[in-house]
């Protein structure tokens, strides 16, 4: 799975790769394995002792503690603009439909056109109605949008989205609670 996860991240040049919840880094592993000597890999974890464990365990990642919803301010703090991928363990099905949304948004304005976005779900949450929703949400918000197979081996089994090309927003759909 996680090497699944790992698929955006550039192999060559000088790639910018932000991992949105990443727990206890098996993800992270397989970004800093693929990712190009020249790259820059963010971790960005919410809880503070995630933060710190990720911090001693991968010493070569930039561990924020921070929340994904201020991604654009914490990318701006440490002066980068723009990504090149962002790779997410966020747990989406949990999220109402304005978190969803709006974490989203900030992944579309990091990664601009050229950008790639991977997350997961588990395959017991498809008919959770905010699983449904998550997903009609990254088809609305991505020209480009392709499930992997499920993973059957990881526990419990799940499968990968792997997102290009953001839609331009013609309305602010993934800000507005009301759509």
Request: charged share 25%; glycine share 10%.
């Amino acid at each position: 799975m996680s090497a699944k996860l790992a698929r955006v991240a550039p192999g060559h040049g000088a790639p910018v790769v932000v991992e949105l919840g990443p727990g206890t880094g098996a993800v992270t592993t397989e970004v800093a394995r693929r990712l190009a000597p020249d790259g820059r890999h963010l971790a960005v974890e919410l809880d503070p002792g995630m933060a710190r464990y990720l911090t001693g365990r991968h010493p070569g990642v930039e561990v924020v503690n921070g929340d994904a919803r201020k991604l654009g301010t914490l990318l701006a703090e440490r002066g980068i603009e723009g990504v090149d991928a962002v790779i997410s363990g966020l747990p989406w099905s949990l999220f109402d439909r304005q978190t969803q949304r709006e974490i989203l948004g900030q992944v579309v304005d990091v990664i601009g056109e050229t950008g790639s976005f991977s997350t997961f779900a588990y395959s017991h949450t498809l008919p959770m109605p905010s699983a449904r929703r998550f997903k009609a949400t990254l088809q609305e918000t991505f020209d480009e949008v392709v499930m992997t197979r499920t993973v059957w081996r990881n526990v419990p089994p799940a499968f990968c989205f792997l997102c290009r090309r953001p839609r331009p927003a013609q309305d602010d759909r993934r800000t507005d609670p009301a759509h």
